[in-house]
């Protein structure tokens, strides 16, 4: 499996996959190259059995990793740190010509979108973008990992690509298009917006603040309180409260009301519930209070935003995943 996926990766076709063997799991990696500087790496795996792969990076390049399945973790050749992305983030790193070891959990479902940019010919065919000053960051940086919360409108753009319907020269078009949309919005959105660092956590501590997003995920309508969480997870407030902000970049409870604006947000984009309703379905007791909060994340009230977002996109609106 290794072995195919590192001729997958040297290969010099526009379009490569390799699937996954049903002894052992199933689903692909997908490689594409829809920009000369651009290299597009999707994945949808699940093993009936635990897994570790390796694979060799032949080239400096800036990396961009959207985790849209379960969490995962991988090493770096020469780098003590253990790193991971969680479902819903996106991380960026600089990656040196080195091998990378990844760990596939039993019947996880391990789904990503990731793109490549190529050091030298990023900065020359991108230079609409700030590639220069992310370049410099990412090298000046090495052997960090950048998350953030994947925002709303990267979960659309990773939607469409994973779901693109198109084939051959209107394909390649379509990516092309959306690859670039979707380097746009990160760097706008999420790298620009934040001082470049990463939180010095032990993997206990991070399993432990990871854990306590998931259970904040799975009660988003009555989550415990800050005591009561940090029992559960097994860290002190004080921990629990600085590495949750450091991690995730929100403090807790503003986690939990950024959850429900999301949320919200698609109930309301797919058009299913009316704006009252979508703030009683997430906790929202009052509805002028979801509006304030639901402007202050998305710039617009949703009376607001919703109609400009239509007629912006043509109705077209595409429930994410």
């Not at 670039?180 to 919005?185: G, K, M, S, T």
């Amino acid at each position: 499996m290794t072995a195919h996926l590192n001729r997958m990766y040297s290969a010099d076709a526009l379009e490569h996959q390799v699937k996954v063997p049903f002894e052992i799991g199933n689903g692909y990696w997908q490689r594409m190259r829809p920009l000369t500087a651009v290299e597009l790496v999707l994945c949808d795996v699940r093993f009936n059995k635990h897994m570790v792969m390796s694979s060799k990076e032949a080239e400096d390049s800036a990396v961009i990793g959207f985790c849209l399945g379960d969490p995962i973790w991988w090493n770096v050749e020469g780098n003590r740190k253990e790193f991971g992305l969680d479902s819903g983030e996106v991380s960026a790193f600089f990656n040196t010509e080195s091998s990378n070891c990844c760990e596939y959990d039993v019947h996880r479902h391990f789904q990503g979108l990731t793109l490549k940019l190529n050091r030298q010919m990023a900065s020359q065919s991108l230079q609409h973008l700030p590639i220069d000053k992310v370049m410099h960051t990412f090298f000046e940086k090495k052997g960090q990992l950048f998350s953030s919360k994947m925002t709303p409108g990267m979960k659309q753009i990773t939607h469409e690509i994973l779901h693109c319907r198109y084939t051959g020269d209107v394909k390649q078009i379509y990516l092309s298009a959306k690859v670039l949309e979707l380097i746009a919005l990160y760097f706008s959105e999420s790298l620009l917006q934040k001082p470049l660092t990463m939180p010095d956590l032990s993997r206990t501590d991070l399993a432990a603040l990871h854990r306590a997003k998931e259970i904040l995920d799975a009660n988003l309508l009555t989550p415990p309180g800050l005591g009561e969480l940090a029992k559960q997870v097994c860290l002190n407030e004080y921990k629990l409260k600085k590495g949750f902000k450091e991690l995730f970049g929100f403090p807790v409870h503003a986690y939990v009301i950024d959850c429900r604006l999301t949320a919200a947000y698609y109930m309301l984009e797919e058009g299913v519930v009316n704006i009252t309703e979508a703030a009683y379905a997430v906790g929202f007791s009052k509805a002028g209070h979801f509006s304030d909060q639901f402007k202050r994340k998305y710039g617009m009230k949703p009376s607001e935003y919703f109609p400009h977002h239509r007629k912006l996109s043509g109705e077209r609106l595409l429930p994410s995943q």
